[in-house]
């Protein structure tokens, strides 16, 4: 007599079972693969998301670092032959003045080269440099609630040298100039230093104030001191927005649209806007480790302490 085994092997695989198995597993596979060519694939600036050639829609939705990415799209927006309307679409709480003032001045010129208007659609948050850039549109569109204007320039200085003092950590600076180490975290300041390099960074900030409001009066077609009298850092709702002269006209996306298919000879119920997508060159781990909001995040934290923003 044979004595049974304690663990029966398993039955053998039917071949209808074996081939859904692989065929699942490619699936997979492939599926994985597309999104690997999605996130890591580089992309180039050009007409992304298919809507009505006449309309071109640029995004600004995040912290304004560099001008790279928004004015390779207007060199797109800039080729497109058939193209007769742009919308900027904008949820941006500012961010560095010589970005800003770059993007500002290249929605003026294509407005000047291509003749083209411009209508601005505001979501949430349009301050700051955001608003700096928004200024040189045709036509401001924003919600009721949405946050716009915060007319102002600040820069932040951090100081560490108590907080070093007390673990025994110690810096010491070379330099040629009176101020090639202002703002350094590690000085120490007496209070005589301390007015007199506040003094030095106002000096600086007040005429980039200047630059903004003069260049929001001539954009906007308002007397320099209507803008000034609003220059002072906040920010105002929608609605007050359109009564003090910062925007145009309380209306959503649609609106917007709707805009831009009447100027573009289109009908407003059949039209949409072709994304003009940037360039994305992150590398492929940063792309799956970090979204665009953490980066975001990493660099307003630190870009804002050594360098001259636009930022609420």
């Not at 659609?121 to 401001?140: F, K, L, M, P, R």
């Not at 573009?264 to 994305?280: M, Q, S």
Request: aromatic content about 6%.
């Amino acid at each position: 007599m044979t004595a049974m085994p304690d663990e029966l092997p398993d039955p053998p695989m039917a071949p209808r079972a074996k081939k859904r198995k692989w065929l699942g597993l490619i699936l997979i596979l492939a599926l994985l693969a597309g999104f690997l060519m999605i996130v890591a694939g580089p992309r180039v600036p050009g007409m992304g998301l298919p809507g009505s050639p006449e309309i071109g829609q640029i995004n600004l939705v995040s912290p304004i670092f560099s001008s790279e990415d928004l004015l390779a799209c207007f060199h797109v927006a800039d080729q497109s032959e058939k193209l007769k309307v742009l919308i900027l679409r904008v949820d941006s709480p500012g961010g560095f003045v010589g970005s800003s003032q770059e993007v500002y001045r290249r929605v003026r010129q294509f407005k000047e080269s291509r003749n083209l208007p411009v209508i601005v659609s505001v979501e949430n948050v349009c301050a700051s440099g955001a608003y700096y850039i928004a200024a040189a549109a045709d036509t401001i569109l924003v919600n009721p609630g949405s946050q716009v204007g915060s007319i102002g320039v600040i820069i932040d200085l951090l100081n560490v040298r108590d907080l070093m003092d007390k673990f025994g950590v110690d810096a010491r600076t070379i330099k040629t100039g009176r101020y090639k180490d202002a703002g350094d975290p590690t000085r120490r300041l007496s209070e005589e230093d301390d007015r007199e390099e506040r003094r030095y960074f106002q000096s600086l900030i007040d005429p980039v104030l200047d630059q903004f409001v003069k260049d929001v009066a001539e954009s906007r077609r308002m007397p320099e001191a209507a803008v000034r009298k609003v220059a002072h850092g906040g920010v105002f709702t929608g609605e007050q927005a359109v009564r003090l002269g910062l925007a145009d006209e309380v209306g959503n996306y649609v609106d917007a649209i709707s805009l831009a298919a009447r100027l573009a000879g289109l009908d407003p119920r059949k039209a949409a806007a072709t994304i003009i997508a940037p360039p994305d060159r992150r590398g492929l781990i940063e792309r799956l480790l970090f979204g665009e909001s953490a980066r975001a995040g990493l660099f307003r934290s630190w870009g804002r302490k050594y360098s001259l923003a636009f930022l609420p």
